[in-house]
């Protein structure tokens, strides 16, 4: 049959939705300058595919701009068209971005930070999703078995990814049912989120290929193991070297990464409304799931919410470089954009207040009487979306660092979503989200 090949140029939005429009791939040239029309109120669309309320109705006119440096053209070779697709920032009729470019605000975000610090962000986001449609669980957790189970999707899915210019790095069978993890090198700024969000279509389109579906929502059921996002992060300074380790420094932070991540940690529990956005990432973010309960910072603790990763001793890099520490409050509920910019922004905001590099915790908070937690510090996060969302209205240093009319539309395309889902159960809920992730 004859094709004319077509090009997707896409926007990751409030949803954590890949959503766009696709041209003829002859006319690239003509799209990269013209883009594609875009319409204000699809920032709604809500991952249930209904229409939050919007304070744009049926008015206005935006254009996305595809960015070449994400263009992705990937051959399965199995007698199909490749698959085409690129990422773009959304602008307004004169040209300047659009107040919920998700894109555009992780830019502003890096802006910030190099206008603070002189620094940049070196990341790789780790994604965990399941298999679905399983009759039982193909093999134990961690298991060989359980990679060759996979291995044809692995090995396809690594294939087109380092096609597509991302490093693939690790591909395992995770702890829960049907539940794998993928892990890929890091980038810097901008593109850490364009790899993210490029990594998750090719896992979705590598599954289709295979007659697989995979889901990546945060929390599969009520009592099951959770999907996680684990953003890793580094700064480097002007000249490209590391700036993040400090062999004297606590927990061998060095001064700024400290103050970023004393950043991190003080507007936590107001900036997870936007890194785990879904009814249920509250559940995940639970104690003793292994993903994050407290604003703590973890020296290799994996119910921490922020954890400084090990360096090893007889790895070929140097220590310095090496050294990175991971965000797990997160899902793929998140725009990689959004959930990217609220934590740099939190980070420089740390900066910016010259904060103290908080101790690292070694011991269960959980177990600990609030009093203690309190006069330590800590937080327990929001346990619902509604009161994360609450925590993150409220703050007008948080919903400063977004656009104008940003903290607004994106509370009320929330509220939509939660409204979906009043009269489900909790079973029910989770379906929901497996399907729309
Ligand atoms: N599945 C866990 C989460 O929800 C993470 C497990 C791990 O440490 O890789 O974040
Ligand atoms: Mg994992």
């Not at 429009?21 to 006319?27: D, G, H, L, M």
């Not at 994360?388 to 977004?402: E, I, M, N």
Request: charged share 25%; with cysteine; hydrophobic share 40%.
């Amino acid at each position: 049959m004859r094709n004319e090949p077509l090009i997707v140029a896409a926007t990751s939005d409030f949803a954590g939705q890949v959503r766009g429009k696709a041209f003829p791939a002859v006319e690239l040239d003509k799209r990269l300058k013209r883009g594609i029309g875009w319409t204000p109120t699809n920032v709604q669309i809500t991952c249930f595919d209904l229409i939050a309320e919007s304070p744009f109705g049926a008015l206005g006119d935006l254009v996305l701009i595809p960015d070449p440096a994400t263009l992705v053209k990937v051959d399965y070779d199995d007698g199909c068209p490749a698959e085409q697709f690129v990422f773009g920032d959304i602008l307004d009729m004169a040209g300047d971005p659009w107040q919920c470019c998700t894109r555009s605000i992780l830019k502003a975000a890096l802006k910030r930070l190099e206008d603070a610090s002189g620094l940049s962000l070196k990341g790789a986001f780790e994604h965990e999703f399941h298999f679905c449609d399983r009759d039982a669980p193909s093999a134990g957790a961690y298991t060989a078995a359980g990679f060759r189970a996979e291995r044809e999707f692995g090995e396809t899915l690594f294939s087109v990814a380092a096609n597509a210019g991302l490093k693939p790095d690790t591909f395992m069978k995770e702890y829960g049912p049907d539940q794998y993890e993928v892990t890929i090198g890091p980038s810097m700024g901008l593109a850490v989120a364009d790899q993210a969000s490029i990594l998750r279509e090719l896992v979705r389109i590598t599954a289709d290929r295979l007659g697989q579906r995979t889901s990546f929502t945060p929390l599969r059921n009520p009592d099951g193991v959770g999907n996680g996002v684990h953003i890793h992060m580094s700064l480097r300074d002007g000249n490209g070297k590391p700036a993040t380790y400090d062999a004297n420094g606590p927990h061998q932070l060095s001064r700024t990464a400290g103050q970023f991540v004393a950043g991190i940690l003080k507007y936590l529990d107001r900036i997870v409304a936007i890194t785990a956005p879904s009814v249920v990432s509250y559940t995940r973010l639970t104690p003793h799931r292994w993903s994050a309960a407290y604003n703590n910072l973890g020296y290799r603790d994996r119910e921490a919410s922020v954890r400084i990763c090990p360096v090893s001793d007889i790895s070929d890099i140097k220590a310095a470089e090496q050294f990175n520490f991971e965000y797990r409050a997160a899902d793929a509920a998140a725009s990689p954009y959004l959930a990217l910019a609220a934590i740099v922004h939190a980070g420089v905001q740390g900066i910016e207040e010259g904060l103290a590099c908080p101790e690292a915790t070694h011991e269960d908070l959980s177990l600990l009487p609030e009093q203690e937690l309190e006069a330590r510090g800590f937080l327990r996060l929001p346990q619902t979306l509604e009161s994360a969302l609450d925590r993150f209205a409220d703050d007008d240093t948080v919903t400063g660092w977004f656009p104008d009319g940003f903290a607004q539309i994106y509370r009320l395309h929330k509220l939509g979503e939660i409204e979906f889902l009043k009269d489900k159960t909790e079973i029910d809920t989770c379906a929901a989200y497996e399907a729309a992730y």
